[in-house]
């Protein structure tokens, strides 16, 4: 057995294929937190003083980068600011909530809870439960980012933290890339900043760390974390292509990190080329920012009706 | 029984379940010749006049291309030659070689076979059993590409046609997101052109047909071609790629095209990024234009003296 390649302790707890690299509970740990703190000051991401919000689901990985983030408010870099959405998921979504509860209220920071249901009058179940639904997970989407949005401008946050892990950031680049959806691929990286002042940047500080390592991370820091998956889950592009890059990493274990590297090579090419000249409109209903005459969230609403 | 989707002959000979059309033996033969041509054009392929070079295997892909081009041949639109390489691979490569020059001798063009021993002083077959050997397909690669260049230098063709299909177009793109080449990249598409005047440009009519397809036009067409494989094929990451396409299309068949056409549109893009400032030297060996020292066909000789 191989011993920690940065401190010799005998106890390893990973052995990472991609560098060949061993490392015990402590220097993994310590690893991980100087990545993503790499990949926030290299991508520019986390300003000094930024007001930032997290969107914190009670998942391995919105705990994570809340856990990480939190040692920057400790040292007053950033003020912190936490949000749940409780979609309203009879026999999941409580505990998720619960486990958010608790753990900003164990760091003592600002938490917010926003149901489905106080903001659009019906929960996903009831939502699933009208017969001109369009599947969970397109409401789900829309709805969460909507109200972390309106939540973000609520706080006055400068940034809108999300736990996007390297196996979502592949995905998501890879059905772009088979799909050939370049405006779709020109949204994709570190940062998403909008034209629209109503639109606050959003952030994905954990783009460069494999799920696997984040699921590690909980556990070696005994962070208390909700690893339920959703029941409404559907069998999606998105599942086929995960297992596909699942598949391929065993005997190629840097490809997930190739495709991001080759990613980011091309993006500024991408964007150069696709600058939208994105003519925000107001949405005749609520008035938030859109690009047609209702928004996506009053487009669902109307449709349920 | 579904019949023709264009003149209703009940005799249908394929169904593509990405545009659900039916097709009987003739209109599916002109729909492919339509779209070969149609690629020519819009990608500007072929000028009037140009004397064109097929690199004939004697597989169904290059067979097909030779096939098609014959009828620009016909109407003196352009001057066809044909190129047959022998790599030297016993009780494979006669079958096919010999397919070559029957075909060749049919459409009454001008064919040239030329081996790798003649040329390089060594078979495949010979040079696999040098112990310092880097993997058949490596020299198979090179090799072939050399003497194909070569010899469009010496009958004074302006093109070369390769066979490449949407499959092996499709492969070649995603295994460089996949590894993050942005410099492969921009090497492929439809037309290869270097600054150097002695690397004749290479054209790929077939790019936007998928493997399959070609298969059974060769067969509708009847004609005769190789079907075997390589016996050195080896296992390999295309191969991996290959398969995945290959199941995805299953569910998604318009997979392939979707990925070609989002490559295309980047493809500008990526070429401004990655303009080359390529400065050919001349290899110290045998003159041929070469980044390095030694061009990789003399590097690769050189090792195996």
Redesign the interface.
């Known amino acids: 057995m191989e011993s920690c390649s940065k401190c010799g302790n005998p106890k390893v707890i990973i052995h990472r294929k991609q560098s060949g690299q061993h490392l015990c509970k402590e220097c993994f740990i310590e690893n991980i937190r100087k990545k993503v703190l790499k990949t926030i000051r290299k991508e520019n991401l986390i300003n000094k003083g930024d007001k930032v919000l997290v969107a914190l689901s009670g998942g391995k990985d919105s705990v994570t980068v809340l856990d990480i983030l939190y040692d920057l408010y400790k040292c007053n870099i950033i003020k912190l600011v936490a949000v749940t959405i409780d979609e309203g998921i009879d026999g999941y979504r409580n505990d998720g909530v619960e486990i958010a509860k608790d753990f900003a209220s164990n760091l003592k920071i600002e938490h917010h809870v926003v149901s489905f249901k106080e903001v659009y009058g019906m929960s996903l179940d009831e939502i699933m439960k009208n017969s001109k639904h369009r599947g969970s997970c397109t409401y789900c989407g829309v709805f969460r980012r909507d109200i972390i949005n309106k939540m973000a401008r609520k706080v006055n946050a400068d940034k809108i933290v999300t736990g996007h892990n390297l196996d979502d950031e592949t995905q998501a ?2 059905m ?7 405006r779709n ?1 020109s949204k994709i990286g570190s940062k998403t900043e909008s034209k629209s002042p109503m639109f606050i940047t959003k952030i994905k500080p954990l783009r460069e760390i494999p799920e696997k390592e984040i699921g590690l991370y909980a556990v070696a820091k005994d962070l208390n974390v909700h690893f339920a998956s959703c029941p409404y889950a559907e069998k999606s ?1 998105r599942g ?1 292509i995960s297992e ?1 890059v699942k598949g ?1 990493s065993k ?2 274990p840097t ?1 997930m ?7 980011d ?2 993006k ?3 964007n ?2 696709y600058k939208t000249k994105y003519k925000f409109e107001r949405c005749k209903i609520c008035g938030e920012p859109s690009s047609n005459e209702l928004c996506r969230v009053c487009t669902f609403l109307d449709e349920l009706k």
């Open positions: 680049i890879l772009n890339y088979l799909e050939g959806n370049i691929l592009f086929e596909i391929l005997n190629h490809l990190y190739s495709t991001l590297r080759g990613f090579k091309i500024t090419a991408i150069n080329q």
